[in-house]
């Protein structure tokens, strides 16, 4: 006794394989590479500093050359993993962050756009208020880690700064939910 089936595979909008587009996390890569351009961007005189005195033979331009190519291929990184991701959404490829919907769930809920909205305005609002003593404290660390004085750090400053990135990496995620949510619904009211 056979129990196959000559009937196609069954494939449409709730069969719980659809993917959903757009993927989750091009708004957070631009807010997260935005925030690494300007701590690069702050941190380059101390890094220069640090570097041409412990590497007499590198040129500051050498120094700031590799800054800059390393700005330019975390930027080439990003977009080709977003563009990747973005691809996985519409069908075309693979991607590992990009998981098929749920039957119960196509569309994002007015509860969790609130949510988003309510902890991009908190943790935007702690990240604003801690940015400047965030970026005083990462471009003031340089030199004294690096002379392995790490007994020079000052508590407070290293606590506000993880205060920053965690509430950052909150309020970028939140953005990033809030704003392809949004999308995704009036897609799906268009469809």
Do not use: C, K, N
């Not at 756009?113 to 003031?140: C, K, M, P, R």
């Not at 392995?148 to 400053?157: F, I, K, Q, S």
């Amino acid at each position: 006794m056979s129990t196959a089936t000559d009937a196609p595979p069954r494939s449409g909008p709730d069969d719980g394989r659809a993917i959903r587009f757009p993927a989750y996390g091009p708004i957070d890569a631009v807010l997260g590479y935005g925030l690494f351009y300007v701590v690069v961007d702050s941190a380059t005189p101390a890094i220069v500093d640090v570097l041409t005195e412990a590497l007499p033979e590198a040129s500051p331009s050498l120094v700031g050359l590799g800054l800059a190519i390393t700005l330019w291929g975390v930027l080439a990184v990003t977009v080709l993993e977003h563009l990747r991701r973005q691809l996985a959404a519409l069908g075309v490829l693979t991607h590992a962050a990009v998981r098929p919907r749920r039957p119960a769930r196509l569309h994002t809920s007015l509860i969790r756009l609130v949510g988003h909205l309510i902890a991009a305005v908190v943790a935007g609002f702690v990240a604003a208020w801690t940015f400047d003593t965030a970026l005083e404290t990462i471009v003031s660390s340089i030199p004294v880690v690096a002379a392995l004085e790490v007994e020079a750090l000052v508590p407070v400053e290293i606590a506000v700064l993880i205060v920053f990135f965690v509430s950052f990496g909150i309020a970028a995620r939140s953005v990033d939910r809030l704003i392809i949510g949004s999308v995704r619904a009036v897609l799906g009211l268009v469809a």
